[in-house]
C-alpha cells in the first residue's frame, strides 16, 4: 500500500517560516491535500489540490509538490499554528485514503 | 453552512458491536461521498471508510473490512458505521468528513465532524 512520510516535528519561532514534508514515491503525480488539526479539536482542510487554499485560510498558508515530496509552507508562524498537520492523498491502485503519520508543529 | 454531527459513541466491550452515525446538513446531501477517519489515543489520523455519493461505491481500510459496514439515507441525510467484533485498537475519536464530490483521486476532504468517541475495553 501507499505510504506517506512526514518527520514527527517541527519547531520554530513566531514570525519564521515553518516546511513539513511529506515524502511518498512519485507524490508529484497526485493531488496532495494538508489537514490542521489543534489539540482537542476537529481537522481542518487548510491546503487543497497541492496548493489551493480553501476560503477562510490565511495567505501564510501554502503548498507545494513535486517528484517525491510535497510542502506545507506556513510563513509568519503565530502561536495559533501550533498543531498536528497531515498530509493526505488518495491512492488509485488500492482506491484508499492515505495519510501521513502526522507532524507536530510548535512555536517556539 | 456545512455541517457534520456524529454520534453515538460508547465505551462497549472486547467483541461487541456499535453503531456511529452523522447527521449532515448545509449543503446537498446526495451529492457528495462520506469518508470516516479515526484517530487512536496518541495515535495519528487514519482513515476508515467512504461511501459514495449514491451509496454505490464503497471502500475499506484494511484494518476494519469484513468488520464494518458504512451506509448512507439519503433522503434524511444521515450516514452509518456498524462496527462488529470491536477491538481495543478501533478505540478513537471517530471522525465524519466530506469528500468535495464524488470519490476518487480528483476528489478532496474539505468538511469534518467533531467526532465521537468510541472506546473498547474489556
Known amino acids: 500500500s501507499y505510504v506517506l512520510t512526514q518527520p514527527p516535528s517541527v519547531s520554530v519561532a513566531p514570525g519564521e517560516t515553518a516546511k513539513i514534508t511529506c515524502e511518498g514515491n512519485?507524490?508529484?503525480?497526485?493531488?496532495v491535500h494538508w489537514h490542521q488539526q489543534r489539540p482537542g479539536q476537529a481537522p481542518v482542510l487548510v491546503i487543497y489540490?497541492?496548493?489551493d487554499r480553501p476560503s477562510g485560510i490565511p495567505e501564510r498558508f501554502s503548498g507545494s509538490n513535486s517528484g517525491n515530496m510535497a510542502t506545507l509552507i506556513i510563513s509568519g508562524v503565530e502561536a495559533g499554528d501550533e498543531a498536528d498537520y497531515y498530509c493526505?492523498?488518495?491512492?488509485?491502485?488500492?482506491?484508499?485514503?492515505?495519510f501521513g503519520g502526522g507532524t507536530r508543529l510548535t512555536v517556539l | 453552512e456545512v455541517q457534520l454531527l456524529e454520534s453515538g459513541g460508547d465505551l462497549v466491550q472486547t467483541g461487541g458491536s456499535l453503531r456511529v452515525s452523522c447527521a449532515a446538513s448545509?449543503?446537498?446531501?446526495?451529492?457528495?461521498?462520506i469518508s470516516w477517519v479515526r484517530r487512536a489515543p496518541g495515535k495519528g489520523l487514519e482513515w476508515v471508510s467512504t461511501?459514495?455519493?449514491?451509496?454505490?461505491?464503497?471502500y475499506y481500510a484494511d484494518s476494519v473490512k469484513g468488520r464494518f459496514t458504512i451506509s448512507r439515507d439519503n433522503p434524511n441525510y444521515t450516514v452509518s458505521l456498524q462496527m462488529n467484533t470491536l477491538k481495543a485498537a478501533d478505540t478513537a475519536v471517530y471522525y465524519c468528513?466530506?469528500?468535495?464530490?464524488?470519490?476518487?483521486?480528483?476528489?478532496?476532504?474539505?468538511?469534518w465532524g467533531q467526532g465521537t468517541l468510541v472506546t473498547v475495553s474489556s
Open positions: 468528513a466530506r469528500n468535495d464530490g464524488q470519490v476518487g483521486a480528483t476528489t478532496a476532504i474539505d468538511y
Open positions: 493526505q492523498v488518495w491512492d488509485s491502485t488500492s482506491d484508499q485514503w492515505v
Open positions: 512519485n507524490i508529484g503525480g497526485k493531488s
Open positions: 448545509g449543503f446537498t446531501f446526495g451529492s457528495y461521498a
Open positions: 461511501i459514495s455519493a449514491g451509496g454505490g461505491q464503497i
Open positions: 489540490y497541492d496548493r
